[in-house]
């Protein structure tokens, strides 16, 4: 299984960006899909998650209200439209693909990684 993440940038404390994560190599829409991110010297942490079938949605409180994750099984994609953005959102961040159909918050519901993709957000 391949994920390719991309979408970052730099942009100003406000700003929006939008991820995308492109996967191949099994069947997309059997599985759940994640993004988590992680900054300089931390963990990496869980952001978003989505159910296989795309109706279920999870964030992590810091970003709920502001960032939206979506998919789309006819094109294999995941995005994370990151809107509001703050300077603690800084980090890079990763695609993930799950080991069920189901919602996972930790990295070890996760079996497949994308390579990450930088956001940074300046003040």
């Known amino acids: 299984v391949q994920l390719q993440a991309s979408g970052g940038g730099s942009v100003q404390a406000g700003d929006s960006l939008r991820l995308s994560c492109a996967a191949s190599g099994r069947t997309f829409s059997s599985y759940a899909m994640g993004w988590f991110r992680q900054a300089p010297g931390k963990e990496r942490e869980f952001v978003a998650t989505i159910t296989a079938s795309g109706v279920g949605t999870y964030y992590t409180n810091s970003v709920k209200g502001r960032f939206i994750i979506s998919r789309d099984n006819a094109k294999n994609t995941v995005a994370l439209q990151m809107n509001s953005l703050k300077p603690e959102d800084t980090a890079v961040y990763y695609c993930?693909?799950?080991?069920?159909?189901?919602?996972?918050?930790?990295?070890?519901?996760?079996?497949?990684w994308g390579q990450g993709t930088q956001v940074t957000v300046s003040s």
């Open positions: 993930a693909a799950g080991r069920s159909s189901a919602i996972a918050t930790v990295t070890s519901g996760y079996a497949y």
